[in-house]
């Protein structure tokens, strides 16, 4: 697996990891096994969140079942919101973490991400006495080394990474190759305070993995029959090249210098090592030169 290293963090991470969000929904038996699966696989960068319902726990038990992992990866987790609510109050916070932390197993984290802030004034999220204030305090105390945000919507993920207040970001529905949305802003912020750049949603549920013949039902996007034609010639391209979309995919993520990882989402073993071998494939600058032309971005769409 190749790896680069997270912004002005300074670790090393694996340039493909696992995003834990469906690892809770595979239950407690089986869940385990997908962290195992992409760990052992290459993986060495794990991120959950209270909010993707059991997905704590379930590292939780894997690590308990299989202690080795612990030291190969890095996992992150975040706080603010969580399945049924939010809480980004400074007391809020402090519970979230110290929950996560007997789900998790982790007395220590590298990373937590302040999550969701849609909606929350900034300056109660930035304040000293807000969310911001108390992640300050755990990293005082040790507990969190370094601080990030992470949100769903990028208009509210690109005003925090401008401030430079943020080591790292985990940055959904901006990033790919049908989705330019980060150069507006995310990216220059992120370029100008080295901000570590985690790339959640690379494979725009699923179209990006499987391609134009398997729409994916129930995504958050929603896309045109032209968008999804011209992912049609980005599959073509690839094919003539003998490398799978999957691969193209993920690894063109990171080739941006700010982004360190794409972070694919799992439901089974078999997802988690596919995506782990697809960071792994060597790629030739020739594909990347014939692929540029086709990279563009593609407005959502409201199906009616």
Known sequence: ???????????????????AGFVGMAGLESGPEIIKAAVEAGCTLVDTAPLYGDSELTIGKAFKQYPELR??????????????????????????????????????????????????????????????GALRKLQD????????????????????????????????????????????????????????????????????????????????????????????KIEDLSSQYDIPLLAASLQWCSRHPQVATAIPGAKTMDEAIANAKAGELEIPDTFWDDLAPLIRHWEHVVQL
């Open 141 to 232: 105390e040790g507990i969190v080394r370094y601080i990030g945000s992470a949100a769903n919507d990028p208009e509210t993920n690109a005003p925090y990474i401008e401030t430079g207040e943020f080591d790292v970001a985990v940055v959904p529905d901006a990033w790919s190759l049908i989705n330019q949305t980060a150069l507006e802003h995310i990216l220059p912020a992120a370029e100008k305070h080295d901000v570590g750049i985690v790339c959640a949603t690379p494979l725009e549920t699923g179209l990006l993995a499987t391609g134009a013949s398997q729409i994916p039902q129930g995504a958050r996007r929603n896309f045109s029959a032209e968008c999804i034609a011209h992912v049609g």
């Open 71 to 132: 030291d190969k990866c890095t996992v992150t987790t975040k706080a603010g919101r969580f399945k049924g609510g939010t809480d980004h109050s400074f007391d809020g916070i402090l519970r979230s973490v110290e929950k996560s932390q007997e789900r998790l197993g982790i007395e220590q984290f590298q990373i937590i991400y302040i999550h969701d802030a849609m909606g929350v004034p900034m300056e109660n999220v930035m304040s000293k006495d807000g969310t911001l």
């Open 1 to 19: 697996m190749k790896t680069k290293i997270l912004g002005r963090t300074g670790i090393e991470v694996s340039t493909v990891g696992l995003g």
